[in-house]
């Protein structure tokens, strides 16, 4: 079965820096669409970053400058940089694959919680 697996996530001070990781498997990785959303407490969830099957990114306007999705389709991996951390990216994150170009296939992990605090 499809497995969507984070990590990286942990208490970092304002201004500091994380890199997430989601290992997939038991998909054709490198034909879905990935992407990264936040879900904070009491708010909805949102999409931050995406990467395209060629690599096209797209970032919610608030992390524009400070994350970098990518990918490494040789390692069914998907990353995202985030640098600059400010209290207002406190959120768990979650790793989705999107197939919907192939029919009904869209996954979710498990999320990683990331805490920016002082």
């Known amino acids: 079965q499809v497995q969507l697996v984070e990590s990286g996530g942990g208490l970092v001070q304002p201004g500091g820096s994380l890199r997430l990781s989601c290992a997939a498997s038991?998909?054709?990785?490198?034909?879905?669409?990935m992407g990264w959303y936040r879900q904070a407490p009491g708010k909805q969830r949102e999409l931050v970053a995406s990467?395209?099957?060629?690599?096209?990114?797209n970032y919610t306007d608030s992390v524009k400058g400070r994350f970098t999705i990518s990918r490494v389709n040789a390692k069914n991996t998907v990353y995202l940089q985030m640098n600059s951390l400010k209290p207002e990216d406190t959120a768990v994150y979650y790793c989705?694959?999107?197939?919907?170009?192939?029919?009904?296939?869209?996954?979710w992990g498990q999320g990683t919680q990331v805490t920016v605090s002082s």
């Open positions: 989705n694959a999107d197939g919907s170009d192939y029919g009904d296939y869209n996954y």
């Open positions: 038991g998909l054709i990785f490198s034909i879905y669409a």
């Open positions: 990467i395209s099957s060629g690599s096209t990114t």
